[in-house]
């Protein structure tokens, strides 16, 4: 098992992040994989199955490129495709740093707090 400042080191080197979750699974739908959070932290470019769950953290083609669940060749096409544009990658960089500086669990918290407010309000 690597150590926390392994996996930072090891994600400094990396030129781009792949994120295959399985869309076939009960829990596909509600998931919120911690990688994705460390790559947008690390300013990586994504791969990311086209999962509903994490096209409410990351948008096409600002954050990540989406793949088809089980689709080796979409997948392929989709790293290919980050792997060939300089521009792509350098801009995911920019947005995925600026993003995960907004992901934090004390705005999750202002998030959840605002929403119980709006459901509380009279004529609800």
């Not at 998931?31 to 994490?54: Q, R």
């Not at 947005?95 to 119980?116: F, G, Q």
């Amino acid at each position: 098992m690597l150590d926390r400042d392994a996996i930072r080191n090891l994600l400094q080197h990396a030129s781009i992040a792949v994120l295959p979750n399985d869309a076939g699974t009960p829990d596909s739908q509600y998931t919120s994989p911690l990688k994705l959070f460390e790559y947008l932290a690390a300013g990586l470019p994504i791969v990311a199955t086209d999962l509903a769950a994490i096209r409410e953290i990351v948008t096409e083609p600002d954050n990540c490129l989406f793949f088809e669940s089980g689709n080796a060749s979409d997948l392929a096409t989709k790293i290919n495709t980050l792997l060939a544009d300089a521009d792509l990658r350098r801009t995911m960089r920019r947005n995925n740093r600026e993003l995960s500086k907004t992901l934090t669990w004390e705005r999750r918290a202002e998030t959840i707090v605002d929403a119980n407010r709006q459901r509380s309000l009279p004529g609800r």
